[in-house]
């Protein structure tokens, strides 16, 4: 193959010379050549020095003491946002799961992380006794329990009727 010997790639026809990229800096101040698809725009020629002209003020430090502080306070604003987003409502579930352990009594029906509904039966330090079904009983930590699903309900008396009678008849 003779593109070899003459430095060429096959991709490049051996009429046509190979084209290089330059960046915009590089050519300003150069008149275009023949054959360059935006020759004859002065709007496209004049960007470079329109955006260095803009951008150099910006770059240069105003020399005022509260600069560091601006330059922070995205930051400092990124770090409060986490903050009230992730961290405190994280802190909230954990003292609610940590509130409802402490809360557990024996007859409460719980669900465990795992999925599985069990009735309280004895609890300990940090363990609880669960009965999963009749006659099964499962030594577990606290902190495998979800949720309370439902607690006991207290032996109920009946209401006392609205007219104030006992029986709700009235009696004259």
Not at 106 to 115: A, F, K, L, S, Y
């Amino acid at each position: 193959m003779r593109t070899a010997e003459r430095g060429r790639t096959p991709f490049h026809p051996p009429g046509d010379a190979p084209r290089v990229l330059v960046p915009a800096a590089a050519v300003r101040g150069r008149t275009r050549k023949e054959g360059c698809p935006v020759q004859g725009n002065d709007v496209l020629a004049a960007l470079p020095a329109a955006l260095d002209s803009v951008a150099a003020p910006l770059a240069q430090p105003s020399g005022g003491g509260g600069s560091a502080l601006i330059q922070f306070l995205p930051l400092i604003a990124i770090v409060a946002l986490f903050y009230f987003m992730m961290i405190r409502p994280q802190r909230r579930r954990q003292q609610k799961m940590a509130e409802m352990q402490r809360n557990l009594m024996p007859g409460n029906e719980v669900m465990t992380n795992t999925g599985m509904f069990a009735t309280v039966i004895d609890i300990d330090d940090d363990g609880v006794t669960l009965e999963i079904s009749p006659g099964v009983n499962v030594r577990m930590l606290k902190q495998s329990i979800g949720q309370v699903v439902n607690q006991p309900e207290a032996a109920q008396e009946p209401e006392a009727p609205v007219d104030g009678s006992a029986d709700g008849a009235n009696n004259k």
